[in-house]
């Protein structure tokens, strides 16, 4: 009998400890404020370095919002959660945006007719900007515009970019067949970027791209 109390002591000692150990997880998740992010492949820049900040954001990010010109929306601007890939999970990535996509969807469709087009990213999905809002300066964002171009499938750029996508995005080698995905890659030609106060932060196309490039990442 002495047996079984103090088993049963023992048995609600270690319920108590792992709910008080819950509730001090719960507690501290709920006053955070921040968001959890996947585990960063590559350091977070200084913010002083504006064109690593830029692609560093870029290569850590796995989708943003693409934006389209509608024509069945009068010219509307049509924005759409896609994903991306810029370079392999762990490296730096080339920075030029691929996507997967296909015309059943309205953003290629729009972008086969009317190429002008911007990919809008952000920081905050990384988990890096704390208890920081998503519009604080300290928490960067980025808007890509250019053209959004249709990748030969036949190329060497398209087997780069299925790749590159692939690795990322895992399941998009299972999409079915019949939807006609494409290789698609954002030809930037101008960059909007704030990573700290002091509004928009200067910054061109070569700038960006130039930054450290491998010798991998070659002009297609």
Same mark, same amino acid.
């Given at each position: 009998?002495?047996?079984?109390?103090?088993?049963?002591?023992?048995?609600?000692?270690?319920?108590?400890?792992?709910?008080?150990?819950?509730?001090?997880?719960?507690?501290?998740?709920?006053? %955070?404020? %921040?968001?959890? !992010?996947?585990?960063?492949?590559?350091?977070?820049?200084?913010?002083? #370095?504006?064109?690593?900040?830029?692609?560093? +954001?870029?290569?850590?990010?796995?989708? !943003?919002?693409?934006?389209?010109?509608?024509?069945?929306?009068?010219?509307?601007?049509?924005?759409?959660?896609?994903?991306?890939?810029?370079?392999?999970?762990?490296?730096?990535?080339?920075?030029?945006?691929?996507?997967?996509?296909?015309?059943? #969807?309205?953003?290629?469709?729009?972008?086969?007719?009317?190429?002008?087009?911007?990919?809008?990213?952000?920081?905050?999905?990384?988990?890096? %900007?704390?208890?920081? #809002?998503?519009?604080?300066?300290?928490?960067?964002?980025?808007?890509?515009?250019?053209?959004?171009?249709?990748?030969?499938? #036949?190329?060497?750029?398209?087997?780069?970019?299925?790749?590159?996508?692939?690795?990322?995005?895992?399941?998009?080698?299972?999409?079915?067949?019949?939807?006609?995905?494409?290789?698609?890659? +954002?030809?930037?030609?101008?960059?909007?970027?704030?990573?700290?106060?002091?509004?928009?932060?200067? +910054?061109?196309?070569?700038?960006?791209?130039?930054?450290?490039?491998?010798?991998?990442?070659?002009?297609?």
């Amino acid at each position: 009998m002495v047996y079984i109390v103090k088993k049963m002591t023992r048995t609600s000692a270690i319920f108590k400890a792992i709910f008080l150990l819950s509730y001090l997880i719960m507690v501290v998740h709920l006053h %955070c404020g %921040c968001v959890e !992010g996947r585990l960063l492949s590559v350091s977070k820049p200084d913010p002083s #370095d504006v064109a690593a900040y830029a692609r560093w +954001l870029v290569s850590q990010n796995s989708w !943003g919002v693409l934006n389209t010109i509608a024509a069945d929306l009068g010219g509307a601007p049509f924005g759409n959660v896609i994903s991306f890939s810029d370079g392999m999970p762990g490296e730096e990535g080339a920075g030029i945006p691929y996507f997967y996509l296909t015309t059943l #969807d309205p953003t290629a469709f729009n972008a086969l007719k009317d190429q002008r087009s911007s990919l809008a990213i952000s920081e905050y999905p990384l988990g890096t %900007c704390g208890e920081n #809002d998503p519009q604080n300066p300290t928490c960067a964002r980025i808007t890509l515009t250019g053209k959004l171009k249709l990748v030969d499938a #036949d190329s060497k750029e398209a087997e780069f970019a299925r790749s590159v996508l692939f690795a990322k995005h895992p399941e998009m080698i299972d999409w079915p067949d019949w939807h006609n995905f494409q290789v698609f890659k +954002l030809d930037i030609e101008n960059i909007f970027i704030v990573n700290w106060f002091g509004g928009r932060k200067p +910054l061109t196309v070569d700038q960006y791209l130039q930054w450290k490039m491998h010798k991998s990442a070659l002009s297609w």
